[in-house]
């Protein structure tokens, strides 16, 4: 499968703890974004980054969110110490070039804050 | 004005109909336009890219880009029950430095049988 994968698919925390979510961009791509879609409303943008280097973080709260893209290895955003609010869709997708290039989305993975 | 708009919705049509789909942007500098098709439950899923004033046909989707009116739109021709789904809106805007994809909040389009 050569498309954007993330794991995991559905990720179950409680108030307080770490939540790390994965992104394989897709075969021959080194741009990573990370987008949060909270029910009923739009995909907002977080974080972009190409290996090693964040691009733009614009669209990233400045506490307890980090992401990062490793010369070897999957892209990750990490939320540490979640809260509810914290419960959303967490998308991210790839793009061969640098922005403004086409855009292809994972599957996502659906955080649960308890 | 909010940076990319579309109607919410929903948008209801008869299957074989032409359904209309639009959107307008706030940043007249802006470039690259795409539309997504996004299912219930799951990931956006690409259907066109548009960069240039005009028409784009791919099958029975057309996007049409007016620049100056700053406006996109998509027309599902023949439309069908599976097309069912929420259309997004996205745009690199220019006041993003062109780095980051704006979205709409999405139509909302349903086709009945």
């Known amino acids: 499968n050569a498309g954007v994968m993330q794991n995991p698919r559905h990720l179950v925390r409680r108030r307080g703890q770490e939540a790390r979510l994965r992104c394989s961009p897709m075969?021959?791509?080194?741009?990573v974004y990370w987008y949060r879609q909270l029910p009923e409303e739009g995909l907002k943008f977080m974080v972009y980054l190409q290996k090693e280097n964040i691009i733009d973080e614009s669209g990233m709260p400045k506490e307890r969110f980090s992401a990062e893209f490793p010369k070897e290895g999957p892209s990750i955003l990490r939320i540490q110490q979640v809260v509810r609010g914290d419960s959303a869709a967490y998308f991210c997708?790839?793009?061969?070039?640098?922005?403004?290039?086409?855009?292809?989305f994972g599957p996502g993975t659906r955080l649960t804050v308890l | 004005q909010k940076e990319v708009e579309q109607n919410s919705g929903p948008l209801s049509v008869p299957e074989g109909a032409i359904a209309s789909l639009n959107c307008t942007y706030s940043?007249?500098?802006?470039?690259?336009f795409f539309w997504y098709r996004q299912y219930s439950g799951k990931s956006p899923e690409l259907i066109m890219s548009i960069y240039s004033n005009g028409d784009k046909e791919d099958g029975r989707f057309t996007a049409q880009l007016n620049k100056a009116s700053q406006y996109v739109s998509l027309l599902i021709r023949d439309s069908q029950p599976s097309d069912s789904a929420t259309y997004l809106c996205?745009?690199?805007?220019?006041?993003?430095?062109?780095?980051?994809?704006?979205f709409g909040k999405g139509t909302m389009l349903l086709v009945s049988p």
């Open positions: 940043d007249r500098g802006s470039q690259s």
């Open positions: 997708a790839s793009s061969y070039s640098r922005a403004p290039d086409t855009q292809y």
């Open positions: 996205a745009v690199y805007l220019m006041n993003s430095g062109y780095s980051t994809l704006t």
């Open positions: 075969k021959g791509h080194s741009h």
